[in-house]
């Protein structure tokens, strides 16, 4: 809803000759309003029209110059606000488009206007536009004012949808009238590895904002780099119009001369009812070879092994061990001050060390039943037979505990040391762990053939599928850094490599490879940890700090104890900020891509945004990513497009 004083407009005292001559054309078939009548009008520019085609909505209000200088306060007009069509506002405030006669009255006639694009078919109802005005009810300055509201009668517009016979021709083509397009490459050719970049541009009248990508059979040798697209309107006089400009980063891999081809750009005329098509010609890219100082650098060396760190294996494998040794001293301190009070004599005896120890090594509760207890044994591969003495066993000394006192305890079966001795030295996760790393190194192996072979799509595909079972394997994260890059893809295998700094960043392979490529944009540089250790390496730090303070607190160098409690905060605080930027859900575009209003690729397109930007992931749907763009921007963006930094689980 537009609510705009006329103050601004009846200090003008000629006509403003920027009204659209379209604008004019409807104003004169507007009603005149009865003589001393106040008269507010709403019509649309057509009574019906095609999907994406423009339609003028145009509020004309005529009011008297005799009532109007009555008034202590300028009148305000509320023009229609509508939905589900696509609006550019030409003016913000009413023009004046002139003063007529009618009768005795002189009367000014104020118009506010809008253009719009519907988005869909059906009926459009605008709803009344609303002339508010005060008139005193006497020439005494402080006689009351009487309130009047003059509305205008509502507006239809019939949207039709585009023929169905034609919609196989138009695909996913604009609704547009006399569109031109145009291939415009570089003045001077091209070098082998050297960006360049041409145009295709669309030219023609409709809403350029809606005007489609074109689909271009791109030839083999290119490397293809969407840019930012461009819009150029041209001075508006009635309908919109312009250029929109789709700009690519081409880079050769061979020289030659490379054929752009012919595009065929079909789109639906609403004047003439039927589909077109405009047609670019082909255009001949002459492809020099590279200069000596820009030929493509050897291939990054790739290791071949998964290369997880042991420190990585130890904290985030091992870490309810570590966070047990974290708790252990003060739990230390607790179980002196509790073992030096004095405690009363129990009334119940305690449970036998066996008992204890059975259920500890079978992580089950003091309060757990027997038949559980033997349950959890036959789980972990005790004989039925063995379980069942030991279940024997457990209801009989139940039944001493809670039942009347009297006679000894019983004793453990014999079997009671051998369970336990297997319990302890229980080794099946470490062969499945085993077992696992085997089949993971051939399957790398054979990613790392296939990179050495030249097969560098291949490679990508491999470790991709390494790096999703073992995200901790440091050196294939840099092998697949590596495949990436070869393959054409710079942003993909910079955040490939900002994983394997992230996990070994004093690794000379992976700090070789990041800094080879030039391509890399120094925002992008700026990631990668300034501190030579990972955030495991931290973790550790600070536990041992935490140990050594605890340690030196109980000798004479009490002393030292803070300053290692002040090493455990300071390692421990860089430890978490590392943690949340590596796991904080973020990307980069891999190229300039479009986000969308919905993750629907037919959904409009509200901008463009350019390839390396960095990117917040804030939801996903459907192969689909919601991302946070800078700005404070949100659109849907195809998850192949981006190349993530940290899981989107």
């Known amino acids: 809803m537009i609510a705009a004083a006329l103050a601004f407009a009846l200090l003008r005292q000629d006509t403003i000759p920027n009204l659209p001559a379209r604008a004019r054309a409807m104003l004169a078939a507007f009603p005149v309003p009865r003589e001393g009548e106040v008269l507010v009008t709403t019509r649309f520019s057509k009574d019906s029209a095609w999907i994406g085609e423009q339609v003028d909505l145009l509020t004309a209000a005529w009011f008297p110059e005799e009532l109007r200088s009555r008034l202590r306060r300028s009148p305000t007009l509320t023009a229609p606000s509508l939905s589900g069509l696509w609006s550019v506002q030409s003016r913000v405030l009413p023009v004046l488009a002139g003063t007529r006669r009618v009768g005795r009255q002189m009367y000014a006639v104020y118009v506010?206007?809008?253009?719009?694009?519907?988005?869909?078919?059906?009926?459009?109802?605008?709803?009344?536009?609303?002339?508010?005005?005060?008139?005193?009810?006497?020439?005494?300055?402080?006689?009351?004012?009487?309130?009047?509201?003059?509305?205008s009668e509502p507006a239809r517009l019939i949207v039709r949808p585009v023929p169905t016979a034609l919609l196989a021709e138009v695909g996913s083509g604009p609704t547009a009238s006399g569109l031109h397009v145009i291939w415009v490459g570089p003045a001077a050719p091209m070098r082998v590895g050297v960006p360049t970049t041409i145009e295709f541009r669309v030219a023609g009248t409709g809403n350029l904002a809606l005007w489609p990508s074109p689909d271009i059979d791109w030839p083999a040798g290119l490397r293809i780099y969407p840019e930012r697209t461009e819009e150029t309107y041209q001075s508006r006089v009635s309908l919109i119009s312009g250029e929109?400009?789709?700009?690519?980063?081409?880079?050769?891999?061979?020289?030659?001369?490379?054929?752009?081809?012919?595009?065929?750009?079909?789109?639906?005329?609403p004047d003439a009812a039927q589909a077109q098509a405009a047609m670019a010609s082909p255009f001949a890219l002459p492809v020099l070879p590279a200069a000596a100082s820009t030929m493509h650098p050897e291939p990054p060396i790739v290791t071949g092994?998964?290369?997880?760190?042991?420190?990585?294996?130890?904290?985030?494998?091992?870490?309810?061990?570590?966070?047990?040794?974290?708790?252990?001293?003060?739990?230390?301190?607790?179980?002196?001050?509790?073992?030096?009070?004095?405690?009363?004599?129990?009334?119940?005896?305690?449970?036998?060390?066996?008992?204890?120890?059975?259920?500890?090594?079978?992580?089950?509760?003091?309060d757990s039943g027997p038949a559980r207890v033997a349950a959890a044994l036959r789980h972990r591969g005790v004989p039925r037979g063995e379980a069942e003495q030991l279940h024997r066993w457990l209801v009989a000394v139940a039944r001493r505990r809670y039942g009347p006192a009297g006679g000894e305890a019983p004793s453990?079966?014999?079997?009671?040391?051998p369970v336990l001795q297997r319990l302890r030295r229980s080794v099946a996760p470490l062969v499945l762990l085993l077992a696992m790393a085997g089949t993971a190194h051939?399957?790398?192996?054979?990613?790392?053939?296939?990179?050495?072979?030249?097969?560098?799509?291949?490679?990508?595909?491999?470790?991709?599928?390494?790096?999703?079972?073992?995200?901790?394997?440091?050196?294939?994260?840099?092998?697949?850094?590596?495949?990436?890059?070869?393959?054409?893809?710079?942003?993909?295998?910079?955040?490939?490599?900002?994983?394997?700094?992230?996990?070994?960043?004093?690794d000379p392979f992976v700090r070789a490879a990041w800094q080879a490529n030039s391509a890399i944009p120094e925002e992008v540089r700026d990631l990668a940890p300034r501190i030579p250790l990972s955030r495991d390496e931290l973790w550790l730090l600070a536990l041992g700090c935490w140990l050594l303070g605890?340690?030196?607190?109980?000798?004479?160098?009490?002393?030292?104890?803070?300053?290692?409690?002040?090493?455990?905060i300071l390692f421990g605080a860089t430890a978490a900020m590392r943690w949340y930027q590596e796991t904080r859900p973020r990307a980069l575009l891999r190229n300039s891509v479009s986000y969308r209003v919905s993750p629907i690729p037919t959904a409009p397109e509200l901008g463009n945004v350019p390839g390396w930007t960095l990117i917040d992931i804030v939801g996903r749907r459907g192969g689909w990513v919601l991302a946070e763009l800078p700005g404070?921007?949100?659109?849907?963006?195809?998850?192949?497009?981006?190349?993530p930094l940290a899981p989107l689980d």
């Open 112 to 151: 506010q206007y809008q253009t719009l694009f519907p988005l869909g078919a059906g009926k459009v109802d605008a709803p009344p536009a609303v002339l508010s005005y005060s008139v005193p009810t006497s020439s005494s300055f402080f006689a009351p004012e009487d309130r009047k509201t003059v509305s």
């Open 305 to 366: 092994a998964p290369g997880i760190p042991l420190v990585s294996t130890i904290v985030r494998q091992g870490w309810p061990a570590l966070l047990l040794l974290f708790l252990l001293p003060p739990l230390l301190l607790l179980w002196r001050s509790w073992r030096a009070r004095p405690r009363p004599v129990p009334g119940v005896a305690a449970a036998t060390d066996p008992e204890r120890e059975l259920r500890s090594l079978l992580n089950q509760p003091s």
């Open 550 to 568: 605890w340690a030196v607190r109980a000798s004479r160098f009490r002393q030292w104890s803070m300053a290692f409690a002040g090493m455990t």
């Open 632 to 643: 404070g921007r949100r659109g849907w963006i195809p998850e192949a497009r981006i190349a």
């Open 412 to 417: 453990p079966p014999d079997v009671m040391g």
């Open 244 to 269: 929109k400009h789709f700009r690519f980063t081409i880079v050769a891999d061979t020289a030659g001369i490379f054929r752009l081809p012919d595009v065929h750009y079909p789109y639906f005329d």
């Open 442 to 506: 051939g399957q790398i192996g054979e990613a790392a053939k296939r990179y050495q072979a030249g097969d560098y799509p291949g490679a990508t595909l491999r470790y991709e599928a390494f790096v999703a079972v073992e995200p901790d394997a440091a050196n294939a994260w840099g092998d697949l850094g590596s495949a990436r890059w070869m393959n054409g893809d710079d942003a993909g295998a910079a955040a490939a490599w900002l994983h394997a700094l992230a996990l070994a960043p004093r």
